[in-house]
């Protein structure tokens, strides 16, 4: 576990606020679009962030417990939002993931760079926006949240060899979309690869 995180959390056991202020400003944003994604509600999702901060300091006495706070994180975002969507539940547990709407991060620099970058950003876009909802969303939890295979196996209830399968096709998709051949495995221009 990263040391900081894992100071934070000790912070945070031992009753301290600001370390829980600084793990909300390390989280909020990304569990935000997380669940976002399965509410398709920004009020909605919002309101679950706060919901699982607030459950999170509430049993501050458990959090040196947690081995993964990531993933725990994740997780009670992922359960909270279900909940808060409970007559679509049905719906969302069969076919969980379809319509998101998560915008990639915008790059900096000058005018020039910043045209090319928007141009192939909404390239990229749109070849990730293709992708089948599942794929898309573990696509995204890996590549733009930073998450780890396992990390995403947990979080999504599924197989490391589930989430490695849909990297793959993700991977040919994106590459089919943009025209370019897919790296080798340890080629240094590896895009894709971690």
């Not at 295979?149 to 589930?162: D, G, M, P």
Request: aromatic share 8%.
């Amino acid at each position: 576990m990263n040391n900081n995180l894992w100071d934070i959390q000790l912070g945070i056991a031992n009753g301290n606020e600001l370390m829980l202020s600084e793990l909300y400003k390390a989280f909020h944003k990304k569990l935000q679009h997380f669940s976002r994604a399965i509410t398709r509600s920004d009020q909605i999702a919002e309101e679950v962030i706060d919901d699982v901060f607030v459950k999170l300091w509430s049993r501050r006495d458990k959090i040196s417990e947690i081995e993964n706070l990531t993933v725990y994180l994740y997780i009670a975002v992922k359960n909270q939002s279900l909940n808060a969507v409970s007559r679509k539940a049905q719906e969302l547990i069969s076919e969980p993931f379809d319509s998101i709407e998560i915008e990639l991060k915008d790059s900096v620099g000058n005018a020039d760079e910043l045209m090319i970058t928007k141009e192939m950003m909404h390239h990229l876009q749109n070849a990730i926006d293709a992708l089948p909802p599942r794929c898309k969303m573990i696509f995204k939890l890996i590549r733009e949240y930073g998450l780890k295979y396992k990390e995403v196996a947990e979080i999504l209830n599924i197989s490391v060899n589930t989430i490695d399968v849909q990297m793959a096709i993700a991977v040919k998709r994106i590459c089919t979309s943009l025209q370019i051949q897919k790296p080798y495995k340890n080629h240094p221009s590896a895009l894709f690869r971690k």
